[in-house]
C-alpha cells in the first residue's frame, strides 16, 4: 500500500514543486496517509486546500482504499 501511495504521490508532486513547495509521506496506516507539506507549502494560507482538494482527492482516485489524508 505504502508503495502505491508514493507512487501517486510522485505524480502530484511536480505540480507542488512547481509553486516552491513539496509533500513528504510519513505514514499508511488503516486507510489514513500521513504527509507532511513542505516548503511553500508548509505556511501557504491554501495548504488546506491543497492537502483535501488536490492531494487526497487524487489519492483516493488512484488507491480506492485511502480513506483520508492528514498533515502531520
Known amino acids: ?5 508514493e507512487a501517486a504521490i ?8 512547481a509553486d516552491g513547495g513539496d ?3 510519513i505514514s499508511v ?17 491554501m495548504s488546506q486546500m491543497t492537502l483535501k482538494n488536490g492531494i487526497e482527492r487524487v489519492l483516493k482516485q488512484q488507491i480506492p482504499e485511502i480513506k483520508a489524508v492528514e498533515s502531520v
Open 1 to 5: 500500500m505504502k508503495e502505491k501511495v
Open 10 to 17: 510522485d505524480k502530484i508532486r511536480p505540480m507542488l514543486q
Open 23 to 25: 509533500v513528504e509521506l
Open 29 to 45: 496506516e488503516n486507510g489514513i496517509v500521513k504527509v507532511r507539506l513542505q516548503g511553500a507549502c508548509a505556511g501557504c494560507p
